[in-house]
C-alpha cells in the first residue's frame, strides 16, 4: 500500500518504513500526520474520494533535522559597479513513515462487486463473437476553394537613389 502526500509544498510518494527530507514543520511533538491525496491498496486499487481520503491518514515519525546544500547568488553589473552577495541553505525534517490507514475500503468492495457480475453476463450470451461494425466516419472537412491567380500589375520602375537625394 503507498499514497501519495503533499508536504511543504511538494508531493511524495510513500509507502510504510520510507524516510524522507521534507521542508521543515514547524511544531513540536514526535509525530506528524498527513492527509493523502491519493491511497493505492495492495490489490492495485486507487482511493481519490475526498470523503474516504478525510478521514484516512499519514502518520509518520521525526527522525531529525538537517540543512541542504548552500546556494550562492551573485548579482553583478558591469561598469557600475553593482554588485551583491547573498547565499542560501534550505532547512529539512527527516521524517520515517510510520503507517497508512485507510478506513472502510468501499472502493474495493465495489470494484469486486463489478467484477463478479460481468462474468455472468458473459455466460448468458451467445458464444458466437459479435461482428465488427465499422465506426461511423465523419465527414470530410471541405477542401478550400482554388484561387485564381492574382492579376499581374505593371510595376513602376525604380527610382534612381541619386535622384531621392
Sequence with gaps: MYAIIRAGGKQ??????????????KG??????????????DKGNAVSDRDLLAKASVTAKILGESQG???????????????R??????????????????????????TAKKSEASPAAKTSTDKTPAA??????APA?????AKAPAAKTAKPAKADSSEEE
Design 141 to 145: 472537412a471541405k477542401a478550400p476553394a
Design 12 to 25: 511524495a510518494k510513500v509507502q510504510s518504513g520510507d524516510v524522507i527530507d521534507i521542508e521543515r514543520v
Design 132 to 137: 465488427k461494425t465499422p465506426a461511423a466516419k
Design 69 to 83: 546544500p548552500k546556494i550562492d547568488i551573485f548579482k553583478y553589473k558591469n561598469k557600475t559597479g553593482y554588485r
Design 85 to 110: 552577495r547573498q547565499g542560501h541553505r534550505q532547512k529539512y525534517m527527516r521524517i520515517e513513515i510510520t503507517g497508512i490507514e485507510l478506513p472502510g475500503s468501499t472502493k474495493a468492495k465495489s
Design 28 to 41: 513540536d511533538g514526535e509525530e506528524l500526520t498527513f492527509a493523502p491525496l491519493l491511497v493505492v491498496d
